[in-house]
C-alpha cells in the first residue's frame, strides 16, 4: 500500500499550503514520483528463488549502495534486461552505453514463440513475479523494432508484469500515442520521452493535452539543456571517466556526480544475438565505461539450451562463498587506507570503517596487495600471524557478503575477457 505523504505533514504546513493552490496542486503532481518510486522499490520485489542468484544480488546491491550512495539506494535492480534488437538507429551524442548501430530486430511474426519460451523459462528459473523484475530494453531504442508493444503484451500476459518504456523518438507521434493508449490502464510513469531538440518538445506538446501526458516524462536532453549527464559511454571521453578526476580521500571537496545510469542486477540477454551478460551498475569508470561491471558472459543457441545455459552462469559465477582458488581484493572502486586499529574502505560516496586491530589488520594489507588467493591469504594468516581459522573465515565472509570484494574474475582490461567458449563476448554485449 503506498502511503500518502500529505498526510505525513505537519497540520500547519498544510494550512499554509492550503493558501496556495497552484503550490498544493505542483506538490500533488510531484507526489505522484515518489508513489512509483515505492510501487518500483527493489525491496518490495520477492528475491529470486535461486538461492544462488538470491545472494549474488544481495552483494552486488550492497556493492551498489556503497559505491553509488543516495542512487544506489532509488534504483529498483530489476533482475533481467532483454533487447528486442540488436543496436540502436538513433545515436543520441550522450548515449551512456556507446550503442553500436542498428543491426537487426526480432521479427515478431518467426520469433514470437521463441520469445514467450525463454520467458517462460526465465519464470521457471526465478519465480514468475521475480521474472516480472525486467525492463524490455536495455542499451537499445524500442522503436526500432515494430512490435514492440506486441512483446510487452506477451511478457505482461505471461507474467502479469507492465514492463517501462523509455523513448528517444517521441516525434513519431503514432508510436507515442501507442504507448500511451498500452500505460492508460495506470496510472504509470511511462512512458518515459527523451526530448532530443525543441522541434520535438514542440510537435509533442502540439500532439497531446497536458492531461494526455499527466503521467509521462519528459526529460529534455537537447545539447543546450543543463540537465547534466553521467559521463559514460559516448561521452566518457570528454572527462576521462568520473573516477579519475576525483580525490576520495578528501571528502569535504568531492562533489560527487551521479555515476551510472544502470539499473538492472542480474542477465542481460540480447534476443537477436542470443548474448548474455552477468551484470550489475557500479561507478562509471575507464574500466567500466557504461556504469556497469560484467561479471560473466556467455551465448545460447535457442530457447532449448537457454535454462542451461543461464544454471551454468549462476553455477560458476555466484557461489555462496569465497571460492578458495580465485584473488581475494578489494572492489575496484575502493581506497583501503590502513589506520591503528583496523582500516577504512572509502568509495566514491561513504566511507567504511573496520576496527579491530587482531581481525582486521593484517588481512586489510593482503587484501590491498590484491596478489595471492583466498586460499593463500588464509594460509598466510594462520601460519605467519596465528590467526584462528574460523576468525578468517568469518570475517572474509562478512566482507564478502557486504559486498566489499572484487567478483569479475574473467574481465581481462581493454573490454576483453578470458575465453569462454567458442565465443567471445565485449564489455558492450556484442560479439567480437
Ligand atoms: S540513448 Fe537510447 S536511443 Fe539514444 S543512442 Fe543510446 S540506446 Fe539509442
Not at 32 to 47: G, I, T
Not at 53 to 80: C, D, N, V
Not at 197 to 216: C, Q, R, T, W, Y
Request: aromatic share 12%.
Amino acid at each position: 500500500m503506498i502511503k500518502n505523504r500529505e498526510e505525513q505533514l505537519d497540520a500547519g504546513i498544510l494550512e499554509v499550503v492550503d493558501r496556495y493552490p497552484l503550490l498544493k496542486l505542483w506538490g500533488k503532481y510531484m507526489q505522484r514520483a515518489s508513489s512509483y518510486s515505492h510501487l518500483f522499490k527493489w525491496d518490495n520485489f520477492p528475491e529470486p528463488q535461486n538461492k544462488k542468484f538470491a545472494a549474488w544480488r544481495k552483494r552486488r546491491i550492497a556493492a551498489a549502495q556503497s559505491e553509488l550512495g543516495y542512487l544506489g539506494y532509488m534504483i529498483s535492480y530489476p533482475i533481467l534486461a532483454f533487447e528486442l534488437s540488436d543496436g540502436c538507429s538513433v545515436g543520441c551524442w550522450f548515449c551512456s552505453f556507446a550503442t553500436k548501430k542498428l543491426k537487426g530486430i526480432l521479427d515478431y511474426n518467426t520469433s514470437r514463440d521463441y520469445f514467450r519460451r525463454i520467458v517462460q523459462h526465465c519464470i521457471d528459473l526465478f519465480g514468475k513475479e521475480q521474472a516480472g523484475m525486467a525492463l524490455p530494453y536495455y542499451r537499445t531504442e524500442p522503436h526500432d523494432n515494430p512490435n514492440y508493444i506486441d512483446f510487452l503484451k506477451d511478457f505482461e500476459e505471461l507474467t502479469g508484469a507492465v514492463l517501462c518504456t523509455s523513448t528517444a523518438v517521441g516525434d513519431d507521434i503514432s508510436w507515442v500515442r501507442q504507448l500511451l493508449d498500452y500505460y492508460k490502464r495506470g496510472p504509470y510513469p511511462w512512458p518515459r520521452l527523451s526530448v532530443l531538440s525543441v522541434d520535438m518538445m514542440n510537435k509533442i506538446h502540439d500532439a497531446f493535452s497536458p492531461g494526455e501526458l499527466l503521467h509521462a516524462e519528459l526529460l529534455m536532453q537537447m545539447r543546450e539543456n543543463p540537465r547534466p549527464k553521467v559521463a559514460g559511454g559516448r561521452i566518457l571521453k570528454e572527462i576521462d571517466g568520473l573516477r579519475g578526476k576525483q580525490d576520495i580521500t578528501d571528502k569535504r571537496k568531492l562533489r560527487v556526480p551521479q555515476g551510472t545510469i544502470a539499473c538492472t542486477s542480474g542477465f542481460h540477454i540480447n534476443l537477436v544475438n542470443r548474448s548474455i551478460q552477468l551484470f550489475s551498475p557500479c561507478y562509471t569508470s575507464k574500466k567500466w565505461p557504461y556504469g556497469y561491471r560484467v561479471f560473466d558472459v556467455s551465448r545460447y543457441n535457442d530457447e532449448n539450451d537457454f535454462p542451461q545455459v543461464i544454471q551454468a552462469m549462476m553455477e560458476r559465477s555466484m557461489p555462496l562463498s569465497p571460492p578458495l582458488d580465485k584473488p581475494l581484493r578489494f572492489r575496484d572502486d575502493i581506497v583501503y587506507r590502513p589506520t591503528e586499529d583496523g582500516f577504512d574502505l572509502l568509495t566514491p560516496n561513504q566511507i567504511h570503517y573496520f576496527k579491530g586491530k587482531e581481525k582486521y589488520g593484517p588481512l586489510g594489507e593482503l587484501i590491498a596487495a590484491g596478489d595471492r588467493t583466498y586460499a593463500q591469504v588464509y594460509e598466510q594468516l594462520v601460519k605467519e600471524h596465528g590467526i584462528n581459522p574460523i576468525i578468517i573465515k568469518t570475517v572474509v565472509q562478512r566482507l564478502f557478503d557486504g559486498g566489499f570484494l572484487d567478483e569479475v574474475y574473467y574481465y581481462k582490461g581493454d573490454d576483453k575477457y578470458e575465453h569462454r567458449g567458442t565465443e567471445q563476448v565485449s564489455a558492450n554485449g556484442c560479439y567480437e
